[in-house]
């Protein structure tokens, strides 16, 4: 973990725009959080969504958290019957909110609500926030738990899914301002899990984890793609290698050796979507001692191009 953080702090460039999550540049049109009586077929296989902000020691005012349609029960989220699912979003800040093990666990087992609560939230079927932006803070960047690895601070926001059977879909920004989005130079956002909803139409989404020097392999995990398209590996020795995809309602994996080439370097899982039905999906990415790999609202060092190895023969 510290090689990792180190070499990412080589290239602060690359994600100063990464405050929106899901951003742009991952084509992915929310992340989505069912209530607890919802089927696991839904697609969120735990109900509970975790990320990460970095705020660089270099920006000293306070930052905002926005969310895009916190509530239950408009034309972004997906319901059964009448809407009647609630949603708590937290703030975590302070010792152990990042460094505590639990925090970035896969499997949500113990206290994966680590460090000192900062705000909380709950949103249930409210159309004052339908298709509006809610802002919580200012957060002193202080609040964060330091960590001089990643030059700044870091807040975790929880989602959990409480009652109900319905599913939200939101988006964040990390914000200067509390009115409007506007970007913190240098900052940054990543996760270890997604639970996220694909675009209605045929696209193409990207999740880019970040590969340390020390990975020797890594195994992508996806739930409940309903074998709706391919799910394809891109590094810069890898052009299309294929990955395993999940059928309706079950996990599907695999392996994919990682060559001294692609240490340093970020992969582009890239999950091509066929069908024209909403399709919500969940993705984690872990290296051969099983741990979480973070992945990046933007990718670090942009993403990565296939480099061919042409050969030239003349006569």
């Not at 799910?231 to 079950?250: C, F, H, L, P, Q």
């Amino acid at each position: 973990m510290k090689v990792f953080i180190a070499v990412i702090l080589m290239a602060p460039c690359f994600y100063s725009m990464g405050q929106r999550v899901p951003n742009e540049s991952e084509n992915i049109d929310y992340l989505v959080t069912f209530g607890q009586e919802a089927p696991p077929n839904t697609g969120d296989d735990d109900h509970v969504q975790i990320i990460f902000f970095v705020v660089p020691y270099s920006y000293k005012l306070p930052v905002y958290l926005r969310i895009f349609d916190p509530d239950m029960g408009n034309k972004h989220d997906e319901f059964v019957g009448p809407p009647n699912t609630f949603t708590r979003f937290f703030v975590y800040g302070g010792k152990g909110a990042f460094s505590s093990k639990e925090a970035r666990e896969i499997t949500l087992t113990s206290n994966y609500k680590t460090g000192n609560l900062l705000a909380s939230k709950v949103f249930g079927n409210e159309p004052e926030f339908d298709s509006e932006w809610f802002t919580m803070g200012p957060f002193n960047p202080l609040e964060g738990e330091e960590i001089a690895s990643f030059n700044g601070y870091l807040l975790k926001i929880v989602v959990e899914g409480l009652k109900g059977n319905d599913g939200n879909h939101y988006r964040f920004f990390l914000s200067e301002e509390a009115g409007r989005n506007k970007a913190i130079e240098g900052a940054n956002a990543f996760a270890y899990k997604y639970t996220f909803k694909l675009h209605k139409a045929q696209t193409l989404a990207h999740i880019y984890p970040f590969i340390e020097k020390s990975v020797i392999s890594v195994t992508q995990h996806n739930f409940d793609f309903d074998n709706d398209g391919e799910i394809m590996i891109y590094t810069v020795t890898k052009n299309r290698e294929k990955a395993k995809g999940s059928g309706d309602n079950v996990w599907a994996s695999s392996v994919h050796e990682i060559t001294e080439k692609e240490r340093n370097l970020t992969m582009d899982v890239q999950i091509q979507k066929i069908g024209s039905l909403e399709n919500t999906m969940t993705v984690y990415i872990t290296n051969e001692y099983n741990e979480p790999v973070p992945f990046y609202a933007l990718p670090i060092g942009g993403p990565p191009k296939y480099k061919y190895n042409l050969k030239v023969t003349t006569k």
